[in-house]
C-alpha cells in the first residue's frame, strides 16, 4: 500500500515538473516577442510581462517537488559529504519531520485562504492591462501541496531504506557526486 502511494506520488510529480519545466521556455518566447514588438511597434504590454513572471513561478513551484524527488535540492554538501550514509539518512529524516513538513504544511494552510480570497475577489493586477492574479495564486497553492507530497514519499523511503526494506537506489548529486566512492564509506561497520 504505501510502496503503491509512493510511486503515485512520486509519478505525478515528475510528469508535472517535466510539463512545468516547458515554461521556460514559453517565458523565453514571451519575453522575445514582447521585445520584438516593443522595438519594431514601439509598444509593449504589461499582460506579457506578467505572463514571464507567471511562467516562471509555474516552473519554479511545480517543479520543486519533482527537484525533491530527483535529489537535486540544495545541501550542505562540505558537511554531508563527510558523514555516513546512515547519517545523512536520519538527517533527511529528521529534516524532513521538523522542518520539510511543517514549512510546506503552513504554506498550504496560509496560502489556500490567500487563493480563495484572489479567485473570490476576481482579482487582477494593478497595472494596466494587467493578468487576473488568482492563478499565480493557485499555483502557490499547487505547489507547496505537491512538495509536501512529495516530502512525505521522500521520508517514507527514507524509513524504508533505514529499516532495510528498500534498496537505496538514490544517486548522490551535486558535490556528493563528484568525491571517489571510498568517501562515502564510513570508518566502521557501526556507522551503518
Known sequence: MVSALIR???GVNERVGKIAAWAILA???VSAINAIIRKVFGTSSNAWLELQWYLFGATFMLAAAWTLKSN?????DIISSRLSKRWR???DVFCHVFFLLPFAGLMIWLGVPYF???YASGEVSSSAGGLAIWPAKALIVAGFIMLFLQALSELAKRLQIIAGLRPDDARPTGHAAALPPEADTPASAHDR
Open 116 to 118: 480563495l480570497n484572489s
Open 72 to 76: 537535486e535540492h540544495i545541501r550542505i
Open 27 to 29: 517565458a523565453i518566447l
Open 89 to 91: 539518512d536520519w538527517i
Open 8 to 10: 503515485l506520488i512520486d
